[in-house]
Structure formats: C-alpha cells, structure tokens
C-alpha cells in the first residue's frame, strides 16, 4: 500500500495501521504526531488547538510506483518499505518522511539537524508503542546522537549542568527539580515534547531517547535557527509571556514564616524606617487556620485590609504563599470532593499526601485540588478572591504546586485532563492559570504569580520560577547559575533563586554571612531579586514554626553595608531591567542570558556556564566559593566590554583575571551601552 498523503498543511504517513503526520506549526516550525492508530484531538499539551496561520508547505511525494515493499531474511511477514524520501520544506526547516516513516529534519544547505533513529534496523522502529492494558500505550521516540553536540533547557534541575548532554531526566515534577521539555541544541534546533505525560528524556551519546509511560500519541515540535530565533517562535507557538507589572522588579522580602500581622508589619516598617527598598513583602504559609481555606488566620492577622493599606502607603505590594492543598478539616473540603474539585485517587480516604497543617502537630492526609478542570480553577479563583484579594493582596506565591504528592504513585491519580501517568505534569501550569484567568476576569491587564513549578507553556500565565528549597552553602549557589540559566532557555523568562539559599544557615556564623552576601549580589542580579530562607534557629515543621531572623539587618553592620549597596544597585537597574522585561514579553527571550544566546557565533559562549547575560547589556560573574576574591571571566567576542566599576575596557574573545573583593560583584557593560539607570536610592 502506498503510504503518503498530502494534506492541507502537510503530509500524512500510514503503515500498517500505524499514523504519522508531518505539519507546518508556525513560522519555520512543524509538528511530528504520530500514533498506533488514530490521533487523539483531546491529548493535553502546550500548542495551541490549531496551527497558526502561515504560508503553506512545499510538499513532494515520490510517484507510487517507486515504493516497494522488501523482505529481510523471510522474517518479515509485511516486508519493510523502500524507495525515494517524501519531503516537506517549510521556511528554515525542511523534512524528509521514508518509505518506512522515519523522519530526517534539514536546515541550510540541506545539513542533516536532527534525525530519527530506529531502536533496532528490523523492529521496532523510532516510535515504539507497547499498550499497558488500561487503553493508553508506553511510548519511546528515538533520535539519532551526534557528536560535539550541546543541549540546553528542560525546565530547571538541581545537577548544575548547562550543558546537558550524557543527562538522564525524570519528567516529573518535584520540589526543585521542574519538567519544561523544551530542548535547545548547538546544532541550530529546537525541540518541545509536547506531552505532559511522567517519563524520562535520555540525551545519550549512542542515541536520544524520550519515554511517555502512558499516553495516546508522540507528539513533538521542531523549529530551526538560532537560540534567539528558537526561543521567539516556542513563545509564537506555546504563549509570551505578559509584561511583568513595574514593582515585581524591586526588591521581595520573605523569610520561612512572619506569624503575625503585627511581625510583619513591623518588619515593613522597619525598612521604610531606615529608607530601604521594599517593593514586596510576603505572607508565607501557617498564615491561614487550615489548607483549603485560602484566607487569614483572623486570630493573627485581625485586619489584612488595614494591613495592606499600610503597606500600599509605604510603597510596599504584599503577596501571600497559597498552596493547592485541601486538608478534610477545611470547610471546603466536603464540598470540593462532592463536586469532583479534588483530585481523584484510589485512595478511599481521598486524600493525596500527608502534611502537619495548622490544626493539628501530627501529619494528616490532605488532597489536591484539580486546575486542570475549568470548574475547580473558578472555584479556587472566587475562593482566593473573596480570601485575599477583597482585603488588597496583590499576588500570589503558589507553593508546593508540582504537587508535592508523596508516597502516592501518578498511577492512582484521575485528573479531569486524563490519567495521572498522561497528564501529572500539567499541574503547575494548570495552577497558574487559574490566577490568571481570575486576575485577567477582573479587569487586570498583569500579574505575577511565583511557582515552585512550570511546565511548557506556563510564561503565558504570568509564572515565575523560583528553584524550590535547596541548600545553603557556595556548591548550591553554584548550581543556581546553570539552574537560571536552562529555566529562560525554557521559555520561562522570570525566575529566581531564595537568596541565601533555603534549609538552614546561621546568621551569626561568619561563614554563612559570606555565602549570604555573595549570594545577595547574585540575586541583586537575577531577573527577580528576593530574600527567603529558613534560617537558625529551626524548629519542626507545626504550627510554631517561624525560622531564624533574615532581614538584610540580621547579619551584622559589615555586611549590612554591601547588602545594602546592592539594594541600591538594583534600584538604579530597574529601568533597565523593565526594558529588558517589555523585551522578555514581546521576543520571548529571557532576563537571565547564557552567553550564546547573545554571541552564538562565539564557540567559547556555548561553555561558559558560571557567567550570564542580565539582558544584552550586562554581563554577571557571580562569585560562588569561599574566600574568593578574584576570578576567571570569559568575555565573547563581536563586543566591546568595560568593567563597569573601573571604567576600563577590556579585550573580547579572551578571559581575564579580574577582582572580585567581597563587596563587589564583577559586571561588565556591552559595547558602551548607557543604560537607563534610575537616581541613586540609598544614601
């Protein structure tokens, strides 16, 4: 049987009762989908429902008469397909379709990008399906491996690699570690494996494989050009990112938990005393009576709408952490899991986790609440509304949001969207959107909104990342670059870091005061810049818990003086970091730059993994070890650079060994760049 058929915006392959199909997704973009019969049109993922409009696809089809069917060894009962390759050519990108339904995508001059690989040169080819007996099927696609190949993105992980070929990734959501399968290759491609499904990408040097443990189809997206170029057409295709609201670039303090209204305002007022910036202050968790209620404790926080006035007349916005739990002490509880709000799980308690809520000191079973469902997004949203936003919050911190479910497997979960092994990885997404759904409902043209979480497509919900609850010493704060870093090459423009790192660290250790001001400069130039951590001294997780004094005055008047310089600093920075922001919005490319996002001409820019772009104009060398006071820094070639403390030029295309005293961060300005810096903030 002839296997190809053109179609309005591409070419369809059927073998076998096999089906592929190859079509134009965008500007220089396609779409692969293929499945072991019919396509679903329900499958969850990040595209949009239909392709955008675009020029059509210039297809050809080899004559019917030049495909023949060929046996190996007599073992083959239906033989293999052989013959001329069908081809689409799409702008920058151009794809050739065997006989045998493998796939070989082409750039410029007809140079091999990306090709699928077969498992095995007889069976089972590069999509493997096996069914797993429950109507869903465990999926593998193959891809050949090449050599001096780089690959970035994948969301945000923990391993300090930017550079992550040789990787094995787990795609499932966890505290720290977050699923964005976008992936970004040296050899002028991008690739988004658009299924939320739990699974597993493997960039070995012998082959790429990714693996769906259960869905209904493959379907992946691929574009050419640069990284730049990749990134703009992810966000054409998945969603940009809205234009971050002005004060989201100032200054957020946080800290484990303020326990009172009283606490907090104190600590508001503090820093309007001494003339500090504070653009966000944030209520973190144990301040509501239990999870699920989505609303002030009223025993310590008797007035959040005074509260919030004051805050607003010091120029300060309060954001409040919420979580997607539901204990069954909630009175929203009984209701939401009569209305099929929650989670399903076969769990007969109907419970997900188990958590110490407010309530109670010992742990307790409490559910999920279900974003992926229209209903349950509205609910929460009127819930959050009525909690919070009636008494003048202005946004949310959505912790614990991947979710946080342990020990319960994804296979005994039942979301709206599907089963939990085909669509867990939605959540955070799912989440976020609920807020800006709302926010967007109400008249709101903005928002931001802090996950622990993302998946592809988040950016278009206002999310930003933070990269969960990690550690507290130089090696942590070394990873964080390389964490950023693949985050914005996800298409998550706005991301951060807890400054000082979160599990621990002693204010008045000498050691940790040098971890936290190094840190402190980093934050000062990360996208956004916020002060979080449980500090010393700790106490267990229950209602008491507070975590140890972490305002910029808690760790002594040396170093209060160079975090305070960096405060400054960020003041003066935030023009140019809300141009970079509108930048962020309208390109899809984020604040925080790997090198070759910039200088991709420049081989040396594809392995710098411990320096960064903020914007184009800036480049940041963090400093991340102890009693460190210089260091190495590469500066790429096609610019020119000055130190942007001394005023001298330096040499590009070669690293220098510069100072880097503990009260100063090295930074550098491109090719001159006068940047729109606002009046000194600090005396």
């Not at 005074?306 to 204990?327: D, F, I, K, Y």
């Not at 946080?404 to 085909?422: C, K, Q, S, T």
């Not at 800036?618 to 260091?631: H, K």
């Amino acid at each position: 049987m002839y296997p190809f058929r053109e179609i309005s915006s591409g070419i369809e392959w059927r073998h076998d009762g096999r089906l592929l199909r190859v079509e134009t997704w965008g500007p220089d973009a396609v779409r692969v989908r293929a499945a072991p019969g019919a396509l679903p049109d329900d499958q969850p993922g990040a595209l949009g429902a239909t392709a955008p409009e675009g020029p059509a696809p210039e297809v050809a089809l080899p004559a019917p008469g030049a495909v023949e069917r060929t046996f190996l060894g007599g073992l083959g009962v239906n033989g293999a397909l052989r013959g001329p390759a069908a081809r689409l050519r799409h702008g920058a990108v151009t794809v050739e379709i065997t006989p045998d339904g493998v796939l070989r995508f082409l750039g410029a001059e007809e140079r091999e990008l990306l090709a699928e690989e077969p498992a095995h040169f007889w069976w089972p080819g590069p999509r493997p399906f096996t069914p797993r007996g429950d109507g869903g099927h465990r999926a593998e696609q193959h891809f050949r491996a090449y050599e001096g190949e780089r690959l970035y993105g994948l969301g945000q992980h923990q391993h300090g690699l930017l550079d992550q070929k040789g990787a094995v990734l787990d795609l499932r959501q966890r505290n720290g570690e977050v699923t964005v399968p976008l992936l970004l290759s040296s050899r002028g491609y991008g690739l988004l494996w658009n299924n939320p499904a739990v699974g597993t990408v493997e960039l070995g040097v012998n082959r790429t494989r990714w693996t769906a443990e259960r869905t209904r189809s493959i379907d992946y997206w691929f574009t050419a050009g640069t990284p730049a170029e990749v990134l703009s057409r992810y966000a054409d295709a998945t969603g940009h990112a809205p234009v971050l609201p002005e004060w989201a670039t100032g200054f957020w303090q946080s800290k484990l938990r303020y326990r009172s209204q009283a606490e907090l305002l104190d600590v508001a007022r503090a820093y309007h005393r001494r003339g500090l910036p504070l653009s966000v202050i944030v209520a973190d968790f144990y301040h509501w009576t239990s999870l699920g209620g989505w609303a002030f404790d009223p025993e310590e926080w008797p007035d959040p709408k005074a509260m919030a006035a004051e805050l607003h007349g010091m120029g300060t916005r309060l954001v409040v952490s919420v979580w997607p739990s539901v204990n069954p002490a909630s009175p929203r509880w009984a209701e939401m899991r009569e209305r099929g709000l929650l989670v399903g799980t076969t769990d007969p308690a109907g419970t997900h986790t188990r958590w110490v809520d407010k309530p109670s000191d010992e742990p307790v079973g409490v559910s999920f609440y279900d974003p992926t469902s229209p209903e349950a997004r509205a609910y929460l949203w009127q819930a959050l509304d009525e909690g919070y936003r009636t008494h003048g919050v202005d946004a949310f911190w959505l912790d614990a949001d991947e979710p946080e479910i342990a020990p319960v497997d994804v296979d005994a979960l039942r979301f709206h969207a599907g089963p939990g092994a085909e669509v867990a990885n939605l959540y955070p997404r799912e989440h976020a959107r609920a807020v800006w759904e709302g926010v967007r409902a109400s008249g709101e043209e903005t928002t931001v909104s802090l996950s622990r979480s993302a998946w592809a497509g988040s950016q278009r919900y206002g999310t930003a990342l933070w990269s969960g609850d990690i550690g507290v010493d130089f090696p942590t704060l070394r990873r964080q670059i390389a964490a950023g870093l693949n985050a914005g090459l996800s298409g998550i423009p706005w991301w951060c870091s807890d400054t000082g790192g979160f599990h621990g660290g002693d204010p008045d250790d000498p050691a940790y005061r040098e971890v936290m001001i190094r840190w402190f400069q980093f934050g000062a130039l990360s996208p956004l810049f916020r002060l979080h951590g449980d500090r010393e001294p700790r106490k267990p997780l229950g209602r008491a818990i507070t975590g140890g004094p972490n305002e910029v005055w808690s760790y002594g008047s040396w170093a209060y003086g160079i975090l305070t310089s960096f405060l400054a600093l960020r003041e003066r920075l935030r023009p140019y970091l809300g141009r970079v922001m509108r930048e962020a919005a309208e390109r899809g490319l984020p604040a925080m730059r790997a090198l070759f996002l910039e200088f991709p001409g420049d081989p040396a820019a594809w392995v710098a993994d411990d320096t960064y772009l903020l914007g184009p104009d800036l480049l940041v060398a963090p400093v991340t070890g102890a009693g460190v006071r210089e260091r190495d820094v590469y500066l790429p070639a096609g610019a020119r650079w000055r130190d942007a403390w001394t005023g001298r030029d330096l040499e590009a295309g070669r690293t220098h060994r510069v100072a880097a005293p503990l009260d100063l961060l090295p930074l550098f300005v491109r090719d001159g760049a006068e940047l729109p810096v606002a009046p000194q903030a600090l005396g």
